[in-house]
């Protein structure tokens, strides 16, 4: 599961990086793109902690 969240932690930050990327290129305010990308991140998050459990359960895998 941790791998899980250290890829989702890749992803964002690439995420992040992009879309930093392409607001230099369309002109747009580059707060408005990362107040976005955090909410993404956020939500990338939100969703693996929610699934963790889940999954757990469906893979058989019992914490310690």
Known sequence: MVALLEFIKGQSDQLLQFNCDLSGLLGISTSI?????K????????FAAASEPLLSYLLGIKKV
């Open 33 to 37: 793109v990362l107040v976005a990308s």
């Open 39 to 46: 909410v993404v991140r956020l939500g990338l998050k939100a």
